[in-house]
């Protein structure tokens, strides 16, 4: 089939935003039936999203393409599915960090003054992209999303990138950032009792990995954690990751190249720095909200890191959204399935953080 021809981001943003917005008949007549795997069906607009992709020539990262090219072309997907006026925020700030090789660059979201002038509650959120690509621009969507929608302030961070800082400079500019935010809650209006880390796919994990060292290291914990399609077992393949190896966004290649530029050689993939799911204890972590992809290769392995917390006694909320896809938490622009799944993130969010 010939591809369609690639317009300017802005451009293509009104194209997909409006067919993905066409009532699912429509949808399905242009691009056919959505599949139905493992007792799920596909979401109407997803399969158009994905079918467009496939026209326009979207290709998926690999083992030979650049780190400079894979951030290149992220930021391009982000700019489409993301594009629209931002959402307004009453304060949005850059931020530097101390980290323990450089600052981190980081910036500050504040919705609106709480009422009373009380300090709010503050998400330290880290950004998806493999620990490869993804950066404060891919994710300005998704962090106002959550400011504007779950009523608390979020710190986006900047964490070094891997290949040229591999595991585990993430980690720890990850843990840096949560102890500054922790130490300087009131210079960012902040309640230090109720700051939450948080993330999608690599920042999910590492979300889940500063709350493990957060609590063995007896200083300042989160007060929650926000995971969405985290990663958490770098070192096996389970069921889902064989079933959508191809075909929805995120591929077993894309994945093969995140995880062989962020593990240098020699690096046990075991190590719960990587898969937090091998960690031996997970009792006294704090209360999770959990969302997966029913069409996602992570989607086993982020359920089965929340069943495991649940059964060390961790309080936690699992919610699978079968017809979704990794990377939906960037999809609210333009999707309708997207946007209800990020919506009831945030209701967690801010339910888990209340006063």
């Known amino acids: 089939m010939a591809k369609l021809p690639r317009f300017s981001s802005p451009v293509e943003h009104r194209i997909v935003k409006a067919v993905c917005g066409l009532p699912p008949g429509v949808q399905r007549r242009l691009f056919g039936k959505p599949p139905t795997i493992d007792g799920q069906t596909l979401a109407s607009e997803v399969q158009t999203l994905i079918r467009l992709a496939e026209l326009v020539g979207s290709e998926s990262f690999s083992v030979g393409m650049a780190a400079s090219e894979a951030r290149d072309h992220t ?17 949005v ?8 090789v450089r600052s981190i660059p980081a910036r500050l979201y504040v919705p609106g003054a709480p009422p009373g002038g009380d300090p709010t509650a503050l998400l330290v959120y880290y950004h998806g992209g493999g620990w490869v690509v993804g950066d404060l621009e891919t994710h300005d969507g998704v962090c106002r999303f959550l400011a504007a929608t779950a009523g608390v302030s979020v710190l986006a961070i900047d964490y070094r990138l891997a290949p040229e800082n591999p595991f585990p400079a993430a980690v720890e500019d990850a843990v840096a950032s949560f ?21 999608d796919s690599a920042g999910g994990n590492l979300a889940a990995v500063v709350s493990v060292l957060a609590r063995d290291a007896g200083g300042p914990r989160p007060a929650m954690q926000l995971l969405i399609y985290p990663v958490t077992d770098a070192a096996k393949d389970r069921r889902s990751r064989q079933l959508f190896a191809e075909g929805f966004l995120l591929t077993q290649q894309d994945s093969d190249f995140f995880e062989a530029s962020y593990l240098p050689p020699g690096t046990d993939p075991t190590d719960p720095r990587v898969s937090v799911l ?31 917390m649940r059964e060390a006694g961790v309080r936690v909320a699992l919610r699978r959204h079968p017809g ?15 946007r209800g799944a990020m919506l009831e993130a945030a209701g967690a969010l801010r339910m888990g953080l209340a006063a």
């Open 278 to 308: 091998r960690t031996a204890e997970l009792g006294g972590l704090p209360s999770a909200y959990v969302a997966t992809a029913g069409f996602d290769p992570l989607r086993d392995e982020g359920e089965a890191y929340a069943l495991a």
């Open 179 to 199: 102890q500054w935010a922790a130490g300087n809650a009131a210079s960012l209006g902040a309640d230090p009792a109720r700051i939450a880390v948080g993330g």
């Open 93 to 100: 700030a850059p931020i530097e960090i101390p980290g323990p």
């Open 324 to 338: 979704l896809v990794h990377s939906f938490a960037n999809q609210t622009a333009i999707g309708r399935t997207a």
């Open 75 to 91: 930021r391009i997907e982000a700019e489409i599915a993301c594009r629209r006026p931002p959402i307004p925020m009453a304060r």
